[in-house]
């Protein structure tokens, strides 16, 4: 599987029920959106945003501005 498309393991579990629901399966969507917009998603906070900024930073990627 291409590392890109791996979400960080250490999420919670309401955030990544909120991801699937949301239809985000892939580390490199995230580049997409800002960081409130994930934010606005029930069952998302602020370690989430931590997690994700972190592991997109590890790509050469992060939040939309």
């Known amino acids: 599987m291409d590392q890109l498309s791996n979400l ?4 919670s579990k309401p955030a990544q029920r909120a991801f699937a629901n949301a239809g985000y399966a892939k580390l490199e969507q995230f ?3 800002t960081e409130a917009e994930v934010l606005a998603l029930h069952g ?6 931590v997690l994700l900024r972190q592991a997109l ?3 050469g990627l992060a939040f939309r501005a």
């Open 31 to 33: 580049a997409e959106l």
């Open 44 to 49: 998302v906070g602020p370690t989430a945003i």
């Open 8 to 11: 960080p393991n250490k999420l």
């Open 57 to 59: 930073a590890e790509k």
